[in-house]
């Protein structure tokens, strides 16, 4: 693929290329691709037309702490476009936040708008996952790991 060409397709070892020119270490299995840092996991995958990127906040929360969770997340969401946060309570009973972002490619896409989207979305991910560490810093528990 043209870095800077509209190709109709695309297909999921571009986003390896793209974690690659970026020196970020990854995981593919199938069509999905699996990268993160120390407080987040992330997964790509392309569906139909549609690239795909869902993070994962490390730190999980007790139901107790739910009203202050939504009061956080309601924040975020209020003054920041993108991405938006949520969270669900998982069998676990804990609380878990997440939060994704897409991008519709049935226009047809280039390497460079790729590479940009994915850049940026992984960019946002850090910003929402490092203002969730400090809102909730008795939840860090792997910086002492």
């Known amino acids: 693929m043209n870095k ?9 070892s571009t986003i ?5 020119d970026e020196n970020l270490k990854f995981v ?10 120390i407080n987040q996991s992330i997964t790509i995958q392309k569906m139909e037309h549609m690239v795909y ?3 994962a906040w ?11 969770l939504l009061a956080v997340c309601n924040e ?4 920041t476009l993108l991405p938006c946060v949520s969270f669900h309570e998982e069998s676990d009973n804990l609380l878990h936040v997440t939060t994704q972002r897409s991008f519709d490619t049935s226009a ?13 979305t992984i960019d946002s991910f850090v910003g929402v996952w490092n203002h969730f560490d400090s809102q909730f810093p008795h939840r860090v528990t792997w910086e002492n790991q």
């Open 108 to 120: 047809g896409v280039s390497f460079n708008q790729l590479g940009a989207f994915t850049v940026s």
């Open 28 to 37: 593919r299995t199938d069509q999905c691709i699996t990268t993160g840092f």
């Open 53 to 55: 990127m869902g993070s």
């Open 58 to 68: 490390r730190a999980t929360l007790a139901l107790d702490e739910a009203a202050q």
């Open 76 to 79: 975020w969401n209020k003054t």
């Open 16 to 20: 390896e290329e793209i974690l690659t």
């Open 4 to 12: 800077l060409t509209i190709a109709p397709t695309w297909n999921i």
